[in-house]
Structure formats: C-alpha cells, structure tokens
C-alpha cells in the first residue's frame, strides 16, 4: 500500500526519517517529499509547514501526485478536554474548523456550503492505532480536533472552542486534510501528543514538550505502519 505520512512541522517528521533508513528526496512545489520502502509499504513522507492552507497543498500533493492510497498524520495539539495532559496521546474521530465563521448568514461556526462541519476518520487505521496502543500498553484516547489558524492560547476561546465543537483538542491542519481526504475518497487517521492545555502560557508549555511529544507520536505511527 502507499501511504502518507504527514507532520505540519520539521520536528515531527525528523524522527520518522532517522528511522526508515535511505530514502529519495523530492524537491516539489517548495516542500520536500520523502519516499522509502518500510516493511513492504511504500511511503512518502512530508510535513507542510504550518497552518491550514499549506496543510491542504500538501494532502492534495501526496494523494494526487504520489497516488497515496491512506494518509496518517502524526503531529502534537493543545488539550480542550480536562482529561488530556501533556504527554497524552489522542486519535481523531473527527475534525471541525473552529474558524471557519458566516454565522451573519444563520449558519453554524464551521459551516460553509458544499463541506461538512465534521469529517471523520478512517476505521481501518483507528483500529490498527487502538491494536498498536494496545501492543505497546500506550493509552491511546479518542476524540474531536478543531483546526483553525490561530495558536490557542487564552482560557476564554479555549472554553469556546470546546463548547461550540464539543472538541477534546485544538490544532492549526487537521481539519483541513481532513476535508481533502474526504473529497478525493482517501482515508485518514489523525494522531496528536498533547503538547500544551491551550490556555495562558500554552505557548510556554509548547515549546517545552514538542520535540518529546512529536517523537512519541511519530514512533507510534511507524507502528502502525508495521501493523498495516
């Protein structure tokens, strides 16, 4: 199978690299990909630099122009659910774009026409993440991500965020893969460490725990890879 593996930054693909041994490096508009064969998969790795318009260039880019079949995307996200700590890890049963706003016009936040506020993920990765979790006695949570460009890092739109979405972590690219896998037909799984709690200080928080949370993420899904 060709399966994509996606991080929004360098720090969470570099782990992934230093373990899947040689690779071809492509050079394509202004990203690089990265593609190797891993225990019978063919994978081609990239991260997109951050926020919602360079996540969805480079979901389209790895399903179109690589032929990528299923996507995984590993990565970190603020804690919204008062159950989820640093260090925790989270797979996405479905993503929304918390900034997505023409409630003038009577809609719901996170309603555009012709997309759904809510994309879910693939069941037959989730349950190859629970299988793993389970295998490396990891306890892996479930829940709602909330994707939108902006860094959350103030209790009162964390608060709004989780009761407008009913959302347990909050990002800046999930949702908008997500919306590119569902229009072209490729299912995804979303992974995320929780790097920060996405109230005051959360930018203090992140920048202490991202290398530990991206690395635990990314080992995870060469987990899953194996287990695929």
Request: proline share 1%.
């Amino acid at each position: 199978m060709k399966i994509a593996i996606l991080g929004a930054m360098s720090e969470e693909i570099e782990l992934l690299l230093g373990a899947v041994g040689e690779y071809d490096k492509i050079d394509y508009a202004k990203n690089l990909f990265y593609k190797v064969n891993y225990f019978g998969h063919d994978l081609v790795i990239a991260y997109s630099k951050i926020g919602k318009v360079n996540a969805a260039l480079t979901a389209a880019i790895l399903i179109e122009k690589f032929g990528c079949e299923k996507l995984i995307f590993t990565g970190v996200a603020g804690a919204l659910n008062e159950n989820l700590k640093i260090g925790d890890m989270l797979y996405t049963t479905s993503t929304a774009q918390h900034d997505l706003d023409i409630t003038a016009f009577g809609h719901p936040h996170g309603y555009v026409p012709g997309i759904n506020i809510f994309e879910n993920s693939d069941d037959m990765l989730n349950d190859v993440a629970k299988k793993v979790a389970d295998s490396l006695g990891v306890n892996l949570l479930s829940g709602v991500v909330a994707t939108g460009d902006q860094f959350i890092c103030n209790d009162d739109k964390k608060e709004w965020i989780k009761s407008t979405f009913q959302a347990d972590a909050v990002e800046m690219e999930g949702a908008s893969v997500a919306q590119v896998c569902a229009a072209l037909g490729v299912g995804f799984c979303m992974l995320r460490a929780i790097s920060d709690e996405a109230g005051g200080k959360a930018e203090i928080d992140f920048d202490k725990f991202l290398i530990e949370a991206a690395d635990k993420s990314a080992k995870f899904v060469l987990e899953m890879v194996k287990n695929i």
